[in-house]
């Protein structure tokens, strides 16, 4: 749901009458920014409540938003359903990679994440080039009738593995008195929270509030900044790229069929994530084995040369090879920066701060893909926009050489929870 709409931008653009990249990347900004926000409170939440509840009140609130979007009557209320999208999709990150980091120790934490990275990667992947082709064959709103009949069905699961009672209050997740895998996955799951969540149930405010204050380091600093930069420089990228593919490289497209151009701009944002299923568990390694200085300042680096190789390219092949390199060098980062961001925040607080770091990402990014479009609609062309991208991934690069290993090694054994 997250990356659907950006293959469709511009079918949007053109039914509700605007020409202007802007008002075609404004309904981006809405989600991310509202989904920055609301990480900061759920990832506080995750730190004292349970995370299948909140996990699914999310997928659920999403849902309705997805309906929301196709039955859009007006710019204004499209505008609406994807802030309250924002919110739905605010309850995951936070809530899931907390769980994970405190499910699996620094040791192997990377590891975990990364696998995990392996899903969110399929939806990411297939999200583009399956609602551009929904789109051209049947219309966009057909697309996200398709995503939120898909939320159902999740919702449908989670009810049937857990039981009704993750849509109450209380600990419903024992509600459900049933037998087989049904209940092994239930008693896993309890047995799982009650070893990871023992520190969060021991820990008074004031704790909470000590531990809040340990961050105020140059390190944690640090990190915040490399979010921020990485999530200007990605949401700037891929927000627009479908719709820069679309209106300023369709000649470089192998088509002149406008609906073929649209699922081939669809199908480069698909190829782009499809590098994470790889890229994303060896980061996870290699952050293990590495640490992250590393991997950190030479994937940024990679990074500004793709954005540069998309921009000069002359045939569909080099934009491939500038798309696809772009990335699995980013989302190798992926499960590299957030086992990072799990390292430097002592347990108690990890929920607010994978939060915060969300917040820095998304919720400053959100604001690329207008500061790409500002510059595409005065200066006629997306590439002085994608210059400055490029600078922010070499920006990213260099404050990875604040993060050294000395410094996050102390801060890890500071705030080991294994």
Not at 22 to 31: D, E, K, Y
Not at 263 to 286: N, V
Request: charged content about 15%; hydrophobic content about 50%; proline content about 3%.
């Amino acid at each position: 749901m997250l990356v659907a709409y950006v293959a469709v931008a511009v079918l949007v653009g053109e039914e509700f009458g605007y020409e202007s990249n802007v008002q075609r990347f404004a309904p981006i900004t809405f989600t991310l920014f509202t989904y920055g926000m609301v990480a900061v409170a759920t990832g506080y939440l995750a730190d004292r409540h349970e995370a299948i509840k909140m996990l699914t009140l999310g997928l659920v609130i999403a849902t309705i938003a997805s309906f929301g979007i196709a039955l859009a009557v007006n710019y204004y209320m499209l505008l609406a359903f994807f802030v309250l999208l924002g919110i739905g999709l605010g309850f995951y990150h936070p809530v899931g990679l907390s769980y994970i980091s405190k499910v699996f120790g620094p040791k192997h934490r990377g590891k975990a994440l990364g696998i995990n990275g392996i899903g969110g990667n399929m939806g990411w992947l297939l999200s583009p080039i399956l609602t551009a082709m929904i789109a051209a064959w049947y219309g966009w709103r057909v697309a996200f009738v398709a995503w939120g009949c898909l939320g159902l069905v999740f919702i449908g699961l989670v009810i049937f593995i857990f039981g009704s009672g993750v849509l109450r209050s209380g600990n419903g997740t024992n509600e459900r008195n049933g037998s087989g895998k049904n209940q092994k996955a239930v008693v896993d799951l309890k047995e799982v929270e009650a070893t990871s969540e023992e520190t969060v149930a021991k820990t008074s405010a004031e704790d909470y509030k000590t531990s809040l204050r340990t961050m105020l380091t140059f390190l944690v600093l640090i990190v915040i900044l490399i979010t921020v930069f990485r999530g200007f420089y990605f949401h700037g990228l891929t927000d627009t790229l479908p719709t820069y593919l679309f209106k300023e490289r369709g000649d470089d497209l192998p088509s002149d069929d406008p609906a073929v151009r649209l699922i081939i701009a669809g199908g480069f944002l698909s190829m782009l994530y499809l590098m994470g299923i790889f890229a994303e568990p060896l980061g996870g390694w290699i952050k293990d084995r590495y640490g992250a200085r590393r991997p950190i300042f030479f994937a940024s680096l990679i990074n500004a040369g793709s954005i540069a190789l998309i921009i000069t390219s002359t045939t569909s092949w080099m934009m491939v090879l500038g798309v696809t390199t772009f990335g699995f060098c980013f989302l190798l980062l992926m499960s590299v920066v957030n086992a990072t961001i799990a390292d430097v925040a002592p347990p108690q607080v990890r929920g607010t701060f994978f939060g915060i770091t969300f917040l820095t990402r998304d919720g400053i990014g959100a604001f690329a893909p207008l500061f790409v479009g500002y510059v595409a609609d005065t200066s006629g062309s997306f590439t002085g926009a994608y210059w400055v991208l490029a600078v922010g991934a070499v920006i990213t690069a260099l404050l990875a050489l604040g993060l050294k290993k000395s410094n996050v090694e102390m801060v890890k054994a500071a705030s080991s929870d294994r």
